[in-house]
């Protein structure tokens, strides 16, 4: 009996140090999580290293992910610049997507390769590659969506060529291949801009029911025939049944401003920091009927590389990852600061000398989002006329202030300097006289004061603290009283810090 005892605690012990092994190394996992680690959500990755073939085309540009990896090894001198995860309808497996150039290749062409998991070796394998259109690494998108309406997710690649021409480039898988090979259904480049027109589907489709509407193309390119700079032709692609692929059916000329024309040829001309220094400045949405709307505006931040969307009561800062000159404007890569993996693509074009237009896509992750509000054309706001949308937002004021920060006066242009000639009123490290922006504005008829730093003249921070935003108050003496809030979601939050008292000059004072 005793030696069966010691037999069993022997056993047991056993065991029990086996386990702890097991917990420690993490060896359990492969038996527990070995199917969820698969169930990756879909993802792009963009590159974390400089890599000396690219220059400093991807300067700024931040990693997604820890690293960027395939699932399989590439071959020599093939560099990975984003990937796409999905998980496959038919089977629990992932199957994965890879953009990539050849650090040999003279052309620079950027290839798409395709790598699945073969249920015969039970092994990921490499198993189609096919060029793109694109050749500028710093611009490309890559994601997929069913654009035929058949729930056969297409491969999209976005992206620039050497003659800063958009490009866009459709894969579609062969339904009657079972080893997952693409055709090539679409591939455009033009020298405007490029749109998937997103429609909304019936609610049969949204069920699984029935197929959905093809979703067109837009193409924008100039108009050959006209001698106008600005003048536009829509190129329209559908989806034809009979061969598989987008075939233009419609064009559409879009008549341009008449802006005398030596001005837009030194605009558009492609001088680093020309037009970059022509959208410094706050812009207002127009409807289409040609109204101003207040609640919606952009400001473009070259200096500071930021990008600022406020509409639908929420501020949005984007940071400005790098830019390419068109050739009606610029197009922008931004990347959201608070949430990294929001990316945001900013096609600007010209339109007049005071007004702009934006094509906008949205990339969180995946989701893409075509179409976003945030299309349309916007007015430069010291030419905007904002008396038309009855709002009290103050486009310029002139007025001097004391306060615990110093002589602050407020310039009609929309800057503002702070004069602090007392040692003791200013803050330490921080200049006698400091400078930036304002934007008077309000939300559900509270004003606010939105106050930017000149980044040239406060030390270096975090670029929310060179941003303010404060609520007012006007007393009876025409002081106001400014408290310290923040803009989210569900509107303006109360940062609790003891107001600041701006108390009107009513000497006269001779500003230097």
């Given at each position: 009996?005793?030696?069966?005892?010691?037999?069993?605690?022997?056993?047991?012990?056993?065991?029990?140090?086996?386990?702890?092994?097991?917990?420690?190394?993490?060896?359990?996992?492969?038996?527990?999580?070995?199917?969820?680690?698969?169930?990756?959500?879909?993802?792009?990755?963009?590159?974390?290293?400089?890599?000396?073939?690219?220059?400093?085309?991807?300067?700024?540009?931040?990693?997604?992910?820890?690293?960027?990896?395939?699932?399989?090894?590439?071959?020599?001198?093939?560099?990975?610049?984003?990937?796409?995860?999905?998980?496959?309808?038919?089977?629990?497996?992932?199957?994965?997507?890879?953009?990539?150039?050849?650090?040999?290749?003279?052309?620079?062409?950027?290839?798409?390769?395709?790598?699945?998991?073969?249920?015969?070796?039970?092994?990921?394998?490499?198993?189609?590659?096919?060029?793109?259109a694109a050749t500028r690494?710093?611009?490309?998108?890559?994601?997929?969506?069913?654009?035929?309406?058949?729930?056969?997710?297409?491969?999209?690649?976005?992206?620039?060529?050497?003659?800063?021409?958009?490009?866009?480039?459709?894969?579609?898988?062969?339904?009657l291949r079972t080893d997952?090979?693409?055709?090539?259904?679409?591939?455009?480049?033009?020298?405007?801009?490029?749109?998937?027109?997103?429609?909304?589907?019936?609610?049969?489709?949204?069920?699984?029911?029935?197929?959905?509407?093809?979703?067109?193309?837009?193409?924008?390119?100039?108009?050959?025939?006209?001698?106008?700079?600005?003048?536009?032709?829509?190129?329209?692609?559908?989806?034809?049944?009979?061969?598989?692929?987008?075939?233009?059916?419609?064009?559409?000329?879009?008549?341009?401003?008449?802006?005398?024309?030596?001005?837009?040829?030194?605009?558009?001309?492609?001088?680093?920091?020309?037009?970059?220094?022509?959208?410094?400045?706050?812009?207002?949405?127009?409807?289409?009927?040609?109204?101003?709307?207040?609640?919606?505006?952009?400001?473009?931040?070259?200096?500071?590389?930021?990008?600022?969307?406020?509409?639908?009561?929420?501020?949005?800062?984007?940071?400005?990852?790098?830019?390419?000159?068109?050739?009606?404007?610029?197009?922008?890569?931004?990347?959201?600061?608070?949430?990294?993996?929001?990316?945001?693509?900013?096609?600007?074009?010209?339109?007049?000398?005071?007004?702009?237009?934006?094509?906008?896509?949205?990339?969180?992750?995946?989701?893409?989002?075509?179409?976003?509000?945030?299309?349309g054309s916007y007015r430069?706001?010291?030419?905007?006329?904002?008396?038309?949308?009855?709002?009290?937002?103050?486009?310029?004021?002139?007025?001097?202030?004391?306060?615990?920060?110093?002589?602050?006066?407020?310039?009609?242009?929309?800057?503002?300097?702070?004069?602090?000639?007392?040692?003791?009123?200013?803050?330490?490290?921080?200049?006698?006289?400091?400078?930036?922006?304002?934007?008077?504005?309000?939300?559900?008829?509270?004003?606010?004061?939105?106050?930017?730093?000149?980044?040239?003249?406060?030390?270096?921070?975090?670029?929310?603290?060179?941003?303010?935003?404060?609520?007012?108050?006007?007393?009876?003496?025409?002081?106001?009283?400014?408290?310290?809030?923040?803009?989210?979601?569900?509107?303006?939050?109360?940062?609790?810090?003891?107001?600041?008292?701006?108390?009107?000059?009513?000497?006269?004072?001779?500003?230097?």
């Amino acid at each position: 009996m005793k030696k069966a005892f010691l037999g069993f605690s022997i056993g047991v012990a056993a065991v029990s140090v086996l386990l702890i092994i097991l917990l420690a190394t993490g060896f359990w996992k492969q038996f527990f999580y070995h199917k969820t680690a698969e169930y990756i959500q879909a993802r792009i990755v963009t590159p974390q290293e400089m890599n000396p073939y690219f220059g400093q085309e991807l300067e700024g540009q931040i990693a997604w992910d820890d690293k960027l990896s395939t699932k399989v090894s590439l071959e020599d001198g093939e560099l990975v610049i984003a990937v796409l995860n999905k998980e496959r309808e038919e089977s629990f497996t992932e199957e994965q997507f890879a953009i990539y150039i050849n650090s040999t290749d003279t052309e620079r062409k950027i290839f798409l390769t395709y790598i699945y998991y073969d249920e015969k070796t039970k092994n990921y394998i490499r198993l189609w590659n096919a060029v793109t259109a694109a050749t500028r690494p710093e611009t490309i998108t890559l994601f997929s969506d069913d654009l035929i309406g058949d729930r056969n997710n297409c491969i999209i690649v976005t992206g620039m060529n050497n003659r800063n021409e958009h490009t866009m480039t459709i894969f579609r898988h062969n339904p009657l291949r079972t080893d997952r090979v693409f055709n090539k259904i679409a591939e455009l480049q033009i020298d405007g801009s490029i749109k998937i027109q997103d429609i909304k589907r019936s609610l049969a489709y949204q069920q699984g029911i029935t197929k959905g509407q093809s979703y067109n193309i837009s193409a924008y390119g100039h108009d050959s025939s006209s001698s106008n700079i600005l003048d536009q032709i829509e190129t329209i692609y559908s989806f034809n049944q009979d061969n598989e692929r987008y075939e233009q059916t419609n064009i559409i000329k879009i008549p341009g401003s008449q802006v005398e024309q030596q001005q837009l040829k030194e605009l558009l001309s492609g001088t680093t920091g020309v037009f970059e220094n022509f959208i410094h400045d706050l812009w207002y949405y127009v409807s289409p009927q040609g109204t101003i709307d207040s609640r919606q505006y952009l400001y473009f931040d070259p200096d500071g590389k930021e990008i600022v969307f406020f509409g639908d009561e929420t501020q949005q800062v984007f940071h400005w990852q790098n830019s390419t000159h068109t050739r009606y404007g610029l197009y922008i890569r931004s990347q959201n600061m608070s949430i990294v993996t929001l990316l945001r693509f900013i096609d600007i074009e010209l339109e007049s000398l005071d007004s702009i237009r934006l094509r906008v896509t949205e990339d969180v992750q995946l989701k893409i989002a075509v179409n976003t509000t945030w299309d349309g054309s916007y007015r430069r706001a010291r030419t905007a006329n904002l008396q038309e949308t009855g709002s009290a937002i103050k486009s310029g004021i002139d007025l001097l202030y004391d306060s615990p920060w110093g002589r602050l006066q407020f310039y009609k242009n929309g800057e503002y300097t702070i004069n602090a000639p007392d040692q003791n009123a200013r803050i330490a490290g921080s200049p006698a006289v400091k400078k930036g922006n304002y934007v008077f504005f309000k939300i559900k008829d509270q004003e606010l004061v939105e106050l930017r730093s000149d980044v040239s003249t406060e030390p270096p921070q975090d670029s929310q603290i060179n941003r303010m935003i404060y609520k007012v108050e006007t007393a009876a003496n025409d002081s106001l009283s400014l408290s310290h809030v923040r803009l989210g979601i569900s509107g303006i939050h109360d940062l609790f810090e003891p107001p600041i008292t701006l108390t009107p000059v009513t000497v006269n004072y001779i500003t230097p």
